[in-house]
T-cell receptor, first 114, second 112 residues
Framework: DAGVIQSPRHEVTEMGQEVTLRCKPI?????LFWYRQTMMRGLELLIY????????DSGMPEDRFSAKMPNASFSTLKIQPSEPRDSAVYFC????????????FGSGTRLTVV | DQQVKQNSPSLSVQEGRISILNCDYT??????FLWYKKYPAEGPTFLIS?????DKNEDGRFTVFLNKSAKHLSLHIVPSQPGDSAVYFC???????????FGTGTRLKVLA
């Protein structure tokens, strides 16, 4: 398996623009997570899905953030409008069962909003 | 809700010596606690876990200790190698949900 695939790897955008981050989970994994990494807060969970259904979005910082999972092999995280404080590395992760080995993370998308 | 703290943002250790990384959590859970390792420009990768019914788990050079009464985890790396230089995150389960809460990470630098 190719692992969790995220695109793009890097995104630079101007404040106010819409940004869409993409994720393809590992086939067969029924949980998908979006995390954001910043120096101050470490790895923050934004939202997670089970069987394509959003279960917990309590970490989504504002209404400007939205996430969808239209099918088992694809998810998006959208920020509209983007702001400089959204600059961070965004990770997608997937898993089948929690416990022994946690999640498998993608390589992340480094977002810079100028 | 669960909170996880890694109070040491960075740690430097000589090659061959022991590295000890610490982590505190707030809510006791009957579940697994995890450690992840992260290299620059890569996603975190699973390193080692420990069940809450145990107090120690060992995997090669890596040992994780769990002190349930103190709500404290530690990761020991012996002997430390330059390739171990990375950011290490601990993660604790969140009650009633499927999610893990991560700490802010400790950047380990192993000096050759």
């Amino acid at each position: 398996d190719a692992g969790v695939i995220q695109s793009p790897r890097h995104e630079v955008t101007e404040m106010g623009q819409e940004v869409t981050l993409r994720c393809k989970p590992i086939s067969g994994h029924d949980y998908l997570f979006w995390y954001r990494q910043t120096m101050m807060r470490g790895l923050e969970l934004l939202i997670y899905f089970n069987n394509n259904v959003p279960i917990d979005d309590s970490g989504m910082p504002e209404d400007r953030f939205s996430a969808k999972m239209p099918n088992a092999s694809f998810s998006t995280l959208k920020i509209q409008p983007s702001e400089p404080r959204d600059s961070a590395v965004y990770f997608c992760a997937s898993s089948h069962l929690r416990g022994l080995k946690g999640y498998t993370f993608g390589s992340g998308t480094r977002l810079t909003v100028v | 809700d669960q909170q996880v703290k890694q109070n040491s943002p960075s740690l430097s250790v000589q090659e061959g010596r022991i590295s000890i990384l610490n982590c505190d959590y707030t809510n006791s859970m009957f579940d697994y606690f995890l450690w992840y390792k992260k290299y620059p420009a890569e996603g975190p990768t699973f390193l080692i876990s420990i069940s809450s019914i145990k107090d120690k788990n060992e995997d090669g050079r890596f040992t994780v200790f769990l002190n349930k009464s103190a709500k404290h985890l530690s990761l020991h790396i012996v002997p430390s190698q330059p390739g171990d230089s990375a950011v290490y995150f601990c993660a604790a389960p969140s009650s009633g949900t499927y999610k893990y809460i991560f700490g802010t990470g400790t950047r380990l630098k192993v000096l050759a």
